[in-house]
């Protein structure tokens, strides 16, 4: 449904036109064609015999003729060329189409891990809240009881409205990421929106194999190239072509009309039919010929240099998408390890305030401790599933359909 896939599908139909178009000119070219002549001075000519001269008039006041012509080639250079290409610009449309397909799925899969990130986030924010609520509720009491000062009750109000502003904007935050995946998916603003989201999926197939190897023909943007440097030498051999002669036939059929009377002058027709073959060769055209042959060889070695440059770019590509993957991957088992370490503290912690071992303050601050890693694990799981999509975007290994 997105807006560019669709253009992408309808540029390769436009392409199948074109291609039709070109290949067209094999078939025969039929032409129907009229015209009527006022001979306003008709033509005198001087006929002299035994030295008397006398001066006839040729034709007649009025002529019309029409006339239907079929020509057919048989030897052309431009439509070799374009019967040669047209395999290769069929290509060449469907890999634009495959590479707008894959940045698609690109896109929309982080878009969606982004909003199953955030919706985790309110989770984690509406639990915090729960527990500030309930410390709020049991500092209230101890402070009306004379068990301890203001500044419990104060720091519970605080962490409490902080909590309460983090649950406002990861919200409306969530409502531009919904936009945003309705705008990359093609879905119509005026449209419910919802999404089946299972938080258990995103750790499922996070792991990939590191020691992967690339191969650069995986790559549609190399495989357009590639494509490219096809059609570019087809290009050099058509004005190679250009030397050979072109031979084409016609047969025309004409009804005449001739009658120095308007009137009379499609009473009766003069028929006539001519059959031929035209062989035209192309002798010299100055250096022409020579420049647009060199030319295309230049452009052929053009583009053999960004076939090199970017095979160095996917390498780079690739390089950097695994680097990030593994230290993404790292920092995903340490905040992993960390959250569970830091429910630990909070609940002995808890514990031990609860028993009036600890202050508010240390229980305070392994609340912030637990809410903190808890998020930075899911930070690091987002960061982790959307560089495994740069990887398998840098190895070609994202398939389309």
Request: net charge neutral; no cysteine.
């Amino acid at each position: 449904n997105r807006p560019g896939v669709k253009q992408s599908q309808i540029d390769e139909e436009i392409g199948e036109r074109d291609i039709k178009s070109a290949l067209s000119g094999w078939f025969p070219q039929i032409s129907g064609n009229a015209n009527y002549n006022n001979n306003l001075k008709q033509q005198v000519n001087a006929l002299t015999t035994n030295g008397e001269t006398n001066y006839i008039t040729f034709g007649t006041k009025h002529t019309s003729a029409l006339t239907l012509q079929a020509d057919q080639q048989f030897l052309n250079a431009g439509l070799i060329q374009a019967s040669k290409a047209s395999k290769y610009y069929r290509q060449q449309y469907k890999q634009s189409t495959e590479n707008t397909k894959i940045n698609t799925v690109v896109d929309v899969s982080k878009a969606y891990f982004d909003i199953l990130t955030s919706g985790e986030q309110l989770n984690i924010i509406n639990e915090n809240i729960a527990r500030l609520e309930k410390q709020l509720k049991d500092a209230s009491a101890q402070y009306e009881q004379g068990l301890v000062d203001k500044t419990d009750f104060q720091r519970a109000q605080i962490s409490l409205s902080n909590s309460k502003a983090d649950k406002k904007r990861t919200e409306e935050l969530l409502k531009y990421k919904y936009a945003y995946l309705k705008e990359i998916i093609g879905y119509g603003t005026d449209k419910d929106f919802s999404l089946n989201l299972k938080s258990d999926s995103m750790e499922q197939g996070i792991l990939i194999d590191t020691n992967a190897q690339q191969a650069y023909e995986n790559r549609v943007e190399y495989r357009l190239l590639q494509t490219q440097k096809q059609l570019q030498h087809l290009n050099t051999s058509y004005n190679k072509w250009s030397y050979l002669p072109s031979i084409s036939g016609f047969i025309n059929y004409s009804y005449n009309y001739l009658n120095n009377d308007f009137s009379n002058l499609y009473d009766k027709s003069f028929p006539s039919s001519v059959f031929g073959l035209k062989l035209s060769v192309p002798i010299f055209q100055g250096t022409k010929r020579i420049q647009e042959i060199r030319k295309s060889e230049l452009q052929e070695k053009r583009i053999d240099l960004d076939l090199l440059n970017t095979k160095n770019q996917i390498n780079t590509q690739y390089e950097q998408a695994m680097a990030t993957y593994k230290a993404n991957l790292n920092d995903w088992k340490t905040a992993r390890s960390n959250v569970d370490i830091s429910r630990q503290v909070y609940n002995t912690i808890k514990l031990q305030y609860d028993e009036g071992i600890k202050t508010y303050l240390d229980l305070m601050t392994s609340e912030t401790d637990l809410r903190t890693a808890q998020l930075n694990y899911l930070n690091s799981l987002y960061s982790l599933l959307s560089s495994k999509l740069d990887v398998q975007q840098a190895l070609g290994t994202i398939i389309v359909n």
